[in-house]
């Protein structure tokens, strides 16, 4: 029997999903955020926009920004008067918006609030859905609001690409440094907004090659300004590729790992994915053992120390080492007491 067909990845769905994303949108789309969205390559991409453009009728404005490429829908005889958004989808909106409200701070979380109550009151009464079902869960997490002008600040920098300077606070440091950026993504990881970046030159100074990029904690950065200076992004930058390949989101060398889990955190473990790589061999004890990719021992040990006894580092000989060194030096700590 031959494999059934997804009808959501048919060429005929991904021109429809494709040309309502430009519908919905004025922003210019860039080929290789297309090709992604719709899980296929550049060139699929380039067809389905030709077919748009000639067989729909429909304007598409082209533009380059380095060698990246961008599509923006210029004329659109189709445009959607009013919001076309129903109660469900409504619904969604604000149940994302409640579970992050305390990653993006009061102002902005009152902002995406004001723009939601816009929308539900074009919606007939009997279709509104109660917005008090969704909450968050704040204990331990950032206020990111006195972080407003900073995010706002970053946003249109990645929109403008401009670089910008900065002022930042390390953990370790006990003095600030300034410096120049080039803000690629912000994202969010374990309940905190981090900045990926590029290094930039300062004004009138030569440029070195640095063996890394800069990964910023957004609650560590003290100024941030805007300059007239432009960045182009890199046109293999691949955030998916840089960061959802592995455990940890500091990325050094990535290495292989395996773990043994007993008890609660066998089943804890299987609930989630930590790597796309990972394999999960089921014993017959009701033990597991887990096999992955990981590219930041701190935030590997101090994960599995989190499990205490149910969870055992088999692989590599030396991070089980390290796990012992830490173990011995918290049995010391404890035994001074």
Same mark, same amino acid.
């Given at each position: 029997? @031959? ?34 969205? *719709? ?12 077919? %748009? ?12 920004? #380095? ?11 189709? &445009? ?7 109660? !469900? $989808? *409504? ?16 102002? %902005? ?7 939601? #109550? ?21 204990? #331990?997490?950032?206020?990111?609001? @006195? ?8 946003? +249109?920098?990645?929109?403008?690409? &401009? ?5 930042? +606070? ?34 009138? #100074? &030569? ?6 990029? @800069? *990964? ?11 300059? $007239?200076? !432009? ?7 691949? =955030?998916?590729?840089?960061?959802? !390949? ?23 473990? +299987? ?6 790589? +990972? ?27 989190? =499990? &205490? ?6 692989? @590599?000989?030396?991070?089980?080492? $390290?796990?012992?060194? $830490? ?5 010391? %700590?404890?035994?001074?007491?």
């Amino acid at each position: 029997m @031959p494999p059934k067909i997804d009808p959501y990845k048919s060429p005929g769905m991904k021109l429809i999903t494709l040309l309502f994303r430009f519908l919905y949108t004025d922003q210019p789309q860039a080929l290789i955020d297309l090709a992604r969205h *719709l899980d296929c390559s550049k060139q699929t991409v380039m067809r389905h926009m030709d077919y %748009l453009e000639r067989a729909l009728d429909v304007e598409i404005e082209t533009s380059y920004v #380095g060698r990246r490429k961008y599509y923006r829908m210029k004329h659109r005889r189709y &445009k959607p008067q009013g919001a076309a958004v129903t109660a !469900n $989808e *409504l619904a969604v909106l604000e149940m994302c918006s409640a579970f992050t409200r305390h990653l993006i701070g009061k102002k %902005l979380f009152d902002e995406a609030a004001k723009a939601l #109550g816009k929308t539900w009151v074009a919606l007939p009464e009997g279709e509104r859905i109660s917005t008090s079902h969704f909450a968050d869960f704040i204990p #331990g997490t950032i206020d990111y609001t @006195p972080y407003y002008r900073i995010i706002r600040t970053l946003i +249109q920098a990645m929109d403008q690409s &401009k670089i910008c300077e900065i002022t930042y +606070q390390s953990i370790m440091g006990d003095g600030s440094k300034t410096f120049f950026i080039k803000p690629y993504k912000l994202f969010s990881h374990k309940d905190t907004l981090y900045l990926h970046a590029g290094w930039a030159k300062y004004p009138g #100074g &030569k440029y070195i090659e640095p063996d890394f990029d @800069p *990964l910023l904690p957004v609650h560590r950065i003290q100024l941030l300004e805007l300059t $007239e200076r !432009n960045f182009i992004l890199p046109e293999n930058y691949d =955030f998916e590729k840089a960061f959802n !390949n592995s455990f940890g989101v500091i990325k050094d060398r990535s290495f292989p790992v395996e773990i043994e889990f007993n008890g609660w955190a066998a089943r804890f473990i +299987q609930e989630r994915t930590w790597s796309p790589d +990972q394999k999960i061999i089921k014993r017959r004890d009701g033990s597991i053992r887990l096999k992955f990719s990981a590219s930041s021992e701190p935030e590997l040990s101090s994960w599995v120390l989190s =499990f &205490k006894s149910e969870a055992r580092v088999i692989k @590599p000989k030396w991070l089980v080492d $390290e796990i012992k060194a $830490e173990v011995g030096a918290i049995k010391s %700590l404890y035994d001074q007491s």
